[in-house]
C-alpha cells in the first residue's frame, strides 16, 4: 500500500440533487456524503489521497475535506477521464499503482477496497476494475465481454443498445492503473458517446487495444455498491447507514422500542443501557449517558448528556447535563446551557446561556436567560430574566436555596442574594440581599362600583 495512491472523483455539479451544493457535501446521518468514503479509506495506507473537484466549489471543498485529502480541480467539467486526467499532475513521483472511485459511491465497503488492491498486486495487472453482477442493473455501465469471458469494454446505460442493457454485470466503478501506463491511456481515450465526455470506462477497451493487460475483478453485488444520482438514492443511503448505526447501538445493550423512528447520527456516542423511545433525535457528535432515556420526541443536538437523565418531548441544543436531570415535557435547552445534578427543567420552560445548580427546580412557563442560578433554587411559574435592554445582553445572579415567586420579572443586571426569597407577581429591577423578600409590585386598589359605572347599569 505504501506505493499507491487515492483518486476520489468529486466534480460533479450535483444538477439531479436540485441543491445548491453538488452531492457529495450533502449530509447523512450527520456528515458530508464523501466523509463515508474517507473513513473506509482512512486506514488503508494509500501513500496519498486525492479529490478531484469543481472549481466553483473549491473553497468548499478545502474547508470541509482539505484537512483529511489533497484538494485538486478540473477546471472544465469534461467527464471522469478528463477529471483524471486533472489530478495526473499531483500525484507524486513514488506512486506505482493508481486507484480511482467515484464519490457518489459512499458506502464502498472497505474490505471489497482492500481485496481489489491485493487482486491487482498478485495478478501484476496493467488495469483492473471492479465489476459485479447486479439485480437491478440500471444506471451502471454494462461489461462486454467475449466468447472466452475476457473484458473486452464498459458501455454506460446512457450508450447501451436494447441487447446490452439486459447484461447484469456492472461496472461498480473503481479502477486500478499502473501510474506508468495512466497518462498514455487517458490521452488515447475519446468522447465519442452522446454526452461527448471522456468516459473513464473507455480506458478498458483503449487499454486491450494499446496492448496492456486488463482484468475484471468480480465479486459478489452488495446493496453498498449503490450510487448516489438523484434524491430517492441519497434516502435510500440513509436508509443504509441508519441501519448500520442502529445496529451497533443494540450491540451497546440500547433499547430502540421502534427503530423506524429513531434517528441518531453517525457521531453520537450512546452509552450502555440507554433507552431511545418513538420520535428520538440525536444529532451531531452528542454523548449519551448510560441508563438516559430520550423520548418520546426528543430533539439532542451536539450535547452532553449524563447517566440516568429523562428527556421527553423537549429540544436540547449544544448543552451540558449532569446526572439525574429531568427535562420535559416541551422545555428548550438552547446553546450555552448547563444543568447541575438532579435538576428538574419542567413544560414550557425554555433555558438559554445558563447555568442551573444541582437541585434546582423551573417547572413551569418560564425563561432564564444569561443567568447563573445555584443550588436548590425554586423558579415559580411564570419567571422571566429580562436580559435584553436593546443593545446588549444582561445577566442574572440566583444564588443557593433562593425561591423565586410565580410570575416575576427579574430585570438584568440583578443579583438574588441567598437563602432570598421574591413575592409573587414581582418586577425586580434592584438586588435582593441574602434572606430577605424582594418585593416589586404595586399596591392594589379597589374601585368600588366601578365595573357597574364602566357596563352602564348603575342608576
Known sequence: MQKWCLVILAAGQGKRMRS?????????????????????????????????????????????????????????????????????????AEIEWVLTVYADMPLLPQEVIEAMIGFVEAKRTDVAFLTATSPHPESFGRVIRDEQGFPLRVVEEKDCTPQESLIREINVGVFAFRKGILGGILEAIQDENRQKEFYLTDAVEVSRKMGFSVQAFQVDWQKEFMNVNGPADLAGVFGLVREQKIASLWERGVKILDPQSVYVDWDVEVEDDVWLYPGAVIEGKSMIGKGTRVGPFARIVNSVIGQNNIIEYSVVEHAYLEEDVLVGPFAHLRPGTRLGKGVRIGNFVEVKNSQVGEGTKALHLSYLGDAQVGREVNVGAGTITCNFDGKKKNPTFIEDRVFIGSNNSLVAPVRIGEGAYTAAGSTITQDVPPYALGVGRARQVNIQGWAKRKRGEEK
Request: hydrophobic fraction near 40%; charge should be positive; aromatic fraction near 8%.
Open 20 to 92: 445548491p451544493l453538488p452531492k457529495v457535501f450533502l449530509p447523512v446521518l450527520g456528515k458530508p456524503l464523501m466523509e463515508y468514503l474517507l473513513d473506509a479509506t482512512e486506514s488503508l495506507g494509500f501513500t496519498q489521497r486525492l479529490a478531484v473537484f469543481s472549481p466553483s466549489f473549491l473553497e468548499e471543498a478545502r474547508k470541509t475535506f482539505g484537512n483529511r485529502v489533497e484538494i485538486v480541480t478540473q477546471e472544465i467539467p469534461r467527464g471522469t477521464a478528463h477529471a483524471v486526467k486533472s489530478a495526473l499532475p499531483s500525484i507524486r
